[in-house]
């Protein structure tokens, strides 16, 4: 995909359109970034010293999707899928790799999930809420929150694949 494939954020849409427009196109981006890596790339910790690979942002971002738009926006009982969280270091876990998991089979994990999440927010109004925590979080606050968790980690997603490969932008 390049550049030019994305679908662009409308720049007149309402705002729940605009919410999802730009989710989407996070995702998208990352899925530009993993494009063409074989999985020793996709394994490769390439900006040490961090263990960050791209296929643990994909892991990651996989989880991310299934706890706030399954577990919290909808209330399923949806187990993780790589591993005990570990939420008690503030994150929702999936960047530890496993040689029985392929950079292939998390893609499709990450794209199944994302799947999910657009069919659970579809028929949900930006100010429904669901529990979380002590109180309720909107589907508004989700959607926003979930654009600051992709950007950031698309941002990441680009320095790996740099050093990588030397692929750039986007």
């Known amino acids: 995909m390049t550049i030019d494939e994305r679908a662009m954020p ?8 605009n919410l999802a427009a730009w989710l989407d196109f996070y995702r998208e981006t990352l899925a530009m970034k993993c494009e063409g890596l ?10 040490a010293p961090s263990p960050l690979t791209l296929q643990g942002l994909v892991q990651h971002l996989s989880e991310v ?8 926006l ?11 969280s570990s939420s008690a270091e503030g ?16 893609c499709a994990t990450w794209r199944e999930e994302t799947a999910r ?12 809420t669901s529990p979380f925590g002590p109180g309720r979080v909107s ?8 654009i600051a ?9 680009d320095l790996l694949r740099e050093r990588i490969d030397g692929s750039t932008g986007v």
């Open 10 to 17: 409308p720049l007149d849409g309402d705002e729940r359109t």
């Open 38 to 47: 074989t999985d020793e790339q996709a394994r490769t910790a390439s900006v």
């Open 65 to 72: 999707e299934r706890n706030w738009f399954r577990r919290i």
């Open 74 to 84: 909808a209330g399923e009982d949806a187990p993780s899928l790589y591993g005990p």
């Open 91 to 106: 994150h929702d876990g999936g960047f530890e790799l496993s040689d029985e998991v392929s950079f292939t089979a998390a």
């Open 117 to 128: 999440s657009r069919a659970n927010c579809a028929a949900r109004s930006l100010e429904d």
């Open 139 to 146: 589907l508004r606050w989700i959607y926003t929150h979930m």
């Open 149 to 157: 968790e992709y950007a950031r980690h698309v941002g990441h997603a």
